[in-house]
């Protein structure tokens, strides 16, 4: 019985030490995925990002003249990260003067509806023609970071959710490399 006892404590131990913090355990790789330091870029933004890797084809960093960076990878992933100016980070600002007053590309329906972050459906006037976009307002140090998806491409509900997955991990530069 002692011995059960000693072996049993032997392998709880061995658990509980194994157990990390989750948040700090966190990979910095995902299959399918490229970490992209964003500091290394035009802006200097002091994050990191996970995007499709180049098996989606190639990728392209480009920056814009009013501060944004947009990455494309492939056909299929188009997003645009900037850093807050008090604006473009006030999502419900940007709902009322360019999503819900778009007279173009109507919004059909919010699938998600958050105080910063919408995943909507529009339809473009005088079509069925449906397409999906993004926006999502994250906090990351003390600064706001917009990421969207690049509006002048029609992108799939499939493609729009990868891009919002990737939108997601954006975290702080030192987080991601003390990980």
């Not at 990191?48 to 009013?66: A, H, K, R």
């Not at 492939?74 to 900037?82: K, L, N, P, T």
């Not at 969207?148 to 509900?157: H, P, V």
């Given at each position: 019985m002692k011995k059960l006892f000693f072996l049993f404590a032997i392998v709880l131990t061995t658990v509980i030490t194994s157990c990390g913090d989750k948040e700090k355990d966190k990979p910095l790789s995902v299959?399918?995925?490229?970490?992209?330091?964003?500091?290394?870029?035009?802006?200097?933004?002091?994050?990191?990002?996970?995007?499709p890797d180049s098996t989606n084809g190639p990728m392209t960093i480009t920056p814009q003249n009013w501060g944004a960076l947009e990455i494309k990878v492939g056909d299929g992933f188009q997003i645009s990260v900037e850093q807050g100016d008090g604006e473009n980070d006030d999502l419900k600002l940007i709902k009322s003067t360019e999503i819900d007053a778009n007279e173009v590309h109507k919004v059909k329906k919010y699938m998600t509806d958050e105080p910063n972050f919408v995943f909507y459906e529009t339809q473009m006037l005088g079509t069925e023609k449906s397409s999906f976009h993004f926006y999502g307002v994250f906090k990351v140090g003390d600064k706001n970071f917009v990421v969207e998806d690049l509006k002048g491409d029609d992108f799939s509900e499939e493609a729009i959710k990868k891009m919002m997955e990737s939108a997601k991990t954006l975290a702080a530069k030192e987080k991601a490399e003390a990980s």
């Amino acid at each position: 019985m002692k011995k059960l006892f000693f072996l049993f404590a032997i392998v709880l131990t061995t658990v509980i030490t194994s157990c990390g913090d989750k948040e700090k355990d966190k990979p910095l790789s995902v299959p399918g995925m490229t970490l992209i330091d964003l500091s290394k870029q035009e802006f200097n933004f002091p994050v990191t990002i996970l995007v499709p890797d180049s098996t989606n084809g190639p990728m392209t960093i480009t920056p814009q003249n009013w501060g944004a960076l947009e990455i494309k990878v492939g056909d299929g992933f188009q997003i645009s990260v900037e850093q807050g100016d008090g604006e473009n980070d006030d999502l419900k600002l940007i709902k009322s003067t360019e999503i819900d007053a778009n007279e173009v590309h109507k919004v059909k329906k919010y699938m998600t509806d958050e105080p910063n972050f919408v995943f909507y459906e529009t339809q473009m006037l005088g079509t069925e023609k449906s397409s999906f976009h993004f926006y999502g307002v994250f906090k990351v140090g003390d600064k706001n970071f917009v990421v969207e998806d690049l509006k002048g491409d029609d992108f799939s509900e499939e493609a729009i959710k990868k891009m919002m997955e990737s939108a997601k991990t954006l975290a702080a530069k030192e987080k991601a490399e003390a990980s």
